[in-house]
């Protein structure tokens, strides 16, 4: 069974600008959830998708955003790009509630 | 505020001997816990969970401990290898929730 993947892989864009990341799940995975890696603040929650619905959110602003489709692929956009943007953004993707996240190889953002 | 620390962020040890990596937690709230293993360049793998209900799970070369009174949970890795040299992250959950709360991490370098 394929794994979780995410397109693109790297990724460089300036200040001001906006990115859409795109992440397919395990197959029969219906739970998506994406996460921002820094070195500063570690790996932090962004937003979780089940059956198009966001059903969690983490403590990030408005410019970060998400959705799911029917085929359980998920996309997140960051609007108004700004230089502390810059990081690893993973996508994870679960059977359902207490099944293990299985995590995506990440896209490496770089915001000039 | 940080919820799950790892307070250590480096540890090294020799082949063949045990390596101990520890996480406290300062939800109460928790109740299910993972650990990851994360190489550069890649997303986290899950290695091992455990669910507050226990306070051991073995798998493998792979033990954590559940100690719920000190907020604590440690993983053990006996005998440690040079392919365990990673970043290892500690994760939390509550109430059945995909949102996972991590620490910052320990990078385990296996000298042979």
């Known amino acids: 069974k394929a794994g979780v993947t995410q397109t693109p892989r790297y990724l460089i864009k300036t200040r001001g600008q906006q990115v859409t990341l795109s992440c397919s799940p395990i197959?029969?995975?219906?739970?998506v959830s994406w996460y921002q890696q820094t070195p500063g603040q570690g790996l932090q929650f962004l937003f979780e998708y089940f059956s198009e619905t966001q059903r969690n959110k983490g403590n990030f602003p408005g410019r970060f955003s998400g959705r799911q489709f029917s085929n359980s692929r998920s996309e997140m956009n960051v609007s108004t790009l700004e230089l502390g943007d810059s990081a690893l953004y993973l996508c994870?993707?679960?059977?359902?509630?207490?099944?293990?996240?299985?995590f995506g190889p990440g896209t490496r953002l770089l915001v000039l | 505020d940080q919820q799950v620390k790892q307070n250590s962020p480096s540890l090294s040890v020799q082949e063949g001997r045990i390596s101990i990596l520890n996480c406290d937690y300062t939800?109460?709230?928790?109740?299910?816990f993972l650990w990851y293993k994360k190489y550069p360049a890649e997303g986290p793998t899950f290695l091992i969970s455990?669910?507050?209900?226990?306070d051991k799970n073995e798998d493998g070369r792979f033990t954590v401990f559940l100690n719920k009174s000190a907020k604590h949970l440690s993983l053990h890795i006996v005998p440690s290898q040079p392919g365990d040299s990673a970043v290892y992250f500690c994760a939390a959950a509550q109430g059945g929730s995909e949102k996972l709360v991590f620490g910052k991490g320990t990078k385990l370098t296996v000298n042979p």
């Open positions: 455990i669910s507050s209900i226990k």
């Open positions: 994870a993707s679960t059977l359902g509630v207490l099944e293990t996240q299985y």
């Open positions: 197959s029969g995975h219906r739970s």
């Open positions: 939800n109460s709230m928790f109740d299910y």
